[in-house]
């Protein structure tokens, strides 16, 4: 794996050595659309100018990884974006890193220079860190917590309401709890999720299937008119509307602060961070929104990497974030396509693969 490095005013560390093309003896490439990962040999070029090349440790599989593979067209590709690992070797020019480095691997990019960074990029952490539990905050863990503190900006004593109890979904959850929110509602079409859920901060469960109403009507039953900040957690542009109803609107809002004798901050938000197997584009009714309810898209959470990533890794050293918890499989490489057959199952959480040393 290669990713681009930034710039510093230090001068540029040597070449560790002449670095070559490298053949990793293990990648799991898919070939097309559903079909079982291959293990195969593959080439790894030498990292160009502001490049890093870095050797793989572990990666956790996320949800985004299984939407790609049952549905995107672009074969052959290797998946396994959050990962950790260790600087292998630096091109030139760059000075952030060097060999031996352990990083966490992000998707979206921080130069500090341009306002949009679209290249990923490579986090540097401590090597103490276990580097197989940490691979989940270079994707997953990170933007549920993000969505809640950094997006939603959730208040002490709200409501919340999370549709999809992924790995993503229940760090939502994890934020909502941290931040005090008072009621967290968990939805999901999985009945065993619902106890689990608990541990995350989950303070009651829905399963649509059980209810003979809509589920927006079930949560502004439970809530007394909507929640005040919804979530959609499952990559399903059409559970958007859904989460957008299930939210406060100005008129319960208004007849909350009436009832209560104070006037309340806001009314409902909505946040979206599925990735949509199909189907992009979002429809809702004008009327959703005429009544005061917002709708915010997410991308990891709102985080810049270099900057907010390793406050995150400090706040999981001092046991004030949850991580090990999601773990719920670890596996060795050559057992990948039964980590994604237990994602496919909704069997595990988080799958950890470890790598060949």
């Not at 009507?217 to 959609?232: C, M, N, P, R, W």
């Not at 957008?244 to 806001?266: I, P, T, W």
Request: hydrophobic share 40%; net charge negative.
């Amino acid at each position: 794996m290669s990713l681009p490095s930034s710039t510093s005013i230090e001068q540029p560390q040597p070449r560790v050595h002449d670095v070559d093309v490298i053949t990793c003896k293990a990648a799991a490439v898919a070939w097309g659309a559903g079909q079982p990962l291959v293990i195969e040999q593959v080439n790894v070029s030498p990292p160009q100018p502001m490049e890093i090349r870095i050797k793989v440790v572990c990666t956790s599989l996320c949800r985004s990884d299984l939407s790609a593979w049952e549905s995107q067209t672009i074969f052959p590709r290797i998946f396994g974006h959050e990962a950790t690992g260790i600087v292998e070797s630096v091109g030139e020019g760059v000075t952030e890193f060097t060999q031996g480095d352990h990083v966490l691997t992000v998707f979206i990019g921080e130069c500090g220079k341009c306002r949009q960074c679209a290249s990923g990029c490579a986090v540097k952490i401590s090597s103490l860190v276990p580097l197989e539990k940490v691979c989940l905050l270079s994707c997953g863990v990170a933007a549920g917590l993000g969505a809640a503190w950094n997006v939603a900006d959730i208040s002490d004593g709200s409501s919340v309401v999370i549709f999809g109890l992924g790995t993503v979904g229940l760090s939502v959850a994890q934020g909502a709890n941290l931040r005090g929110a008072s009621q967290i509602i968990g939805v999901d079409t999985n009945p065993e999720k619902g106890e689990k859920a608990k541990a995350f901060g989950i303070t009651e469960f829905i399963n649509p299937n059980d209810s003979k109403e809509p589920i927006q009507q079930v949560i502004k039953h439970l809530t007394g008119g909507g929640a005040d900040y919804s979530f959609e957690c499952i990559g399903d542009t059409g559970m958007v509307t859904t989460a957008l109803q299930a939210c406060r609107d100005f008129y319960s809002f208004h007849l909350a602060s009436l009832l209560s004798g104070v006037c309340l901050k806001g009314w409902g938000l909505t946040v979206t961070l599925g990735v949509p197997k199909v189907k992009p584009e979002i429809t809702a009714h004008y009327g959703a929104f005429l009544t005061g309810r917002t709708l915010k898209g997410s991308l990891f959470g709102g985080w810049k990497p270099k900057s907010d990533l390793p406050s995150l890794v400090e706040m999981y050293t001092k046991k004030e974030i949850q991580v090990d918890e999601y773990i719920t499989h670890n596996l060795p490489f050559e057992d990948v396509n039964k980590a994604f057959n237990l994602m496919l199952e909704g069997k595990c959480l988080r799958c950890v693969i470890h790598m060949e040393n």
